[in-house]
């Protein structure tokens, strides 16, 4: 038998069987138990290829196999959850700031302000919670350079200059306070401290404030929350 003939028999054992007993099962008839009136000897039959009904296989490779391939499992996943700015050649100082921050926001902490005009060539702008973006969009085409983060009208703020459209959203990880007379405020939901976006002001406990130098927008600013709750 060619060896990588043998090397798929075993893996398509291995995968269908969670135990090496399991397999020695599936290898003994019933004539087999009628007869040697042992599953223990039966099993020992099936194991020495004196049983069986399809491929011997012994212990040491299916456990070898099992192993080698539940870390081949285990290194795929590792792999899905690499960030996805890892390895582009960023050089906005908008795309490296995002990078900067992308693995910290797995858990919520940044909004992004971005002003601009958009296909349309209607300025708009909005306030976007960025670890909420990344959940439900892949940042590649971002990261790429094939499209620009823009705000939608399902982000945390939006507003269209043009056609006067304002919307506000609360995410999983803000909520937004557009009642306040002082200005939009958002509320951090994990340690419910206060995020105040505007400029004139302080940002609020934990809270920074960064306007980023970018040839992509008009403008755009970052503010970076750092949650002191415990979990």
């Known amino acids: 038998m060619d060896p990588d003939e043998g090397l798929t028999a075993v893996d398509n054992i291995v995968t269908q069987f969670s135990t ?6 599936s290898q003994i008839t019933t004539v087999d138990l009628y007869y040697l009136e042992d599953e223990s000897l039966a099993r020992q039959l099936v194991e020495l290829g004196y049983r069986g009904t399809g491929e011997v296989v012994k212990r040491e490779d299916f456990e070898a196999r099992k192993a080698a391939i539940e ?15 890892a390895g582009k050649d960023l050089q906005d100082n908008f795309l490296k700031a995002l990078a900067l921050r992308e693995e910290d926001n797995r858990n919520g902490k940044t909004v992004i302000f ?23 969009e892949d940042f590649e085409v971002y990261f790429s ?39 939009l405020l958002f509320k951090y939901k994990r340690d419910r401290k ?38």
């Not at 090496?20 to 099962?25: A, K, P, V």
């Not at 005009?117 to 670890?131: K, P």
């Open 194 to 231: 206060i995020l105040n976006v505007d400029p004139k002001t302080l940002p609020g406990d934990n809270s920074t404030r960064t306007p980023i130098q970018t040839e992509l927008y008009i403008q755009a600013v970052i503010f970076d929350h750092i949650s002191r709750r415990k979990t």
């Open 71 to 85: 870390i081949a499992m285990l290194a795929e996943r590792t792999q899905k959850k690499t960030l996805t700015s």
């Open 20 to 25: 090496y007993e399991d397999f020695l099962d």
């Open 145 to 183: 350079g094939k499209r620009r983060l823009l705000p939608k009208p399902t982000d945390m703020s939006f507003y269209n200059w043009d056609s006067h459209i304002a919307v506000c959203n609360s995410t999983p990880n803000y909520q937004v306070i557009a009642d306040n007379p002082e200005g």
């Open 114 to 136: 971005i002003r601009d005009r958009n296909s349309h060539g209607q300025e708009v702008s909005g306030y976007i919670d960025y670890a909420h973006r990344l959940k439900i």
